[in-house]
T-cell receptor, first 113, second 112 residues
């Protein structure tokens, strides 16, 4: 069974630009959550989607947004990039939203210059 | 809001020594999960504990869930270089759509 797939793996953007990251969950998983991890830091929850609906949202500014498609694939978008947005963005999938185990992708490394 | 405190933040050990990380939640958890993140990698699920007082073992790793279901620990016996990484605990909230609340992680460092 294929794992969680995230694209792109690495990208460099300029301040003020926007970026879209993509996540394909494990087949059959309907819940997708996104996390930001800065070097040496913990996991900061961004948002969670289930059946195309945002169920939970972390404490991030409105520049961070996401969506989920009918096939459970998800995208997150960051607009007006700032230097502090440089981080590893992790997507995780789960078959349900009831606090069950989640499975992470390898992440997308974003560098803002 | 609900919080999960994890200590210590770092632990330096000699290879062969034991390692323990602790998690404490401000509220009762329906389950607690443990994940390991190797340097440069992504978090990988290790185990989930559900029952009060539950103890599970995976080779040299022992996981415990407290009787009150508010605390948990991970103990590694005789650490090896392959154990290096950051260990995170996480548990679902009971008041907000079961969102996972994460500990800050404990980084295990093996002294050369």
């Amino acid at each position: 069974k294929a794992g969680v797939t995230q694209t792109p793996r690495y990208l460099i953007k300029t301040r003020g630009q926007q970026v879209t990251l993509s996540c394909s969950p494990i087949s059959g998983h309907r819940s997708v959550s996104w996390y930001q991890q800065t070097p040496g830091q913990g996991l900061q929850f961004l948002f969670e989607y289930f059946s195309e609906t945002q169920r939970n949202k972390g404490n991030f500014p409105g520049r961070f947004s996401g969506r989920q498609f009918s096939n459970s694939r998800s995208e997150m978008n960051v607009s007006t990039l700032e230097l502090g947005d440089s981080a590893l963005y992790l997507c995780a999938s789960s078959w349900s939203t009831s606090g069950n185990t989640i499975y992470f992708g390898e992440g997308s490394w974003l560098t803002v210059v | 809001g609900q919080q999960v405190m994890q200590i210590p933040q770092y632990q330096h050990v000699q290879e062969g020594e034991d390692f323990t990380t602790y998690c404490n939640s401000s509220t009762t958890l329906s389950n607690i999960q443990w994940y390991k993140q190797r340097p440069g990698g992504h978090p990988v699920f290790l185990i989930q504990l559900v029952k009060s007082g539950e103890v599970k073992k995976q080779k040299r790793l022992t996981f415990q869930f407290g009787e009150a279901k508010k605390n948990s620990s991970l103990h590694i016996t005789a650490t090896q270089t392959t154990d290096v990484g950051t260990y995170f605990c996480a548990g679902p909230t009971q008041d907000s759509n079961y969102q996972l609340i994460w500990g800050a992680g404990t980084k295990l460092i093996i002294k050369p």
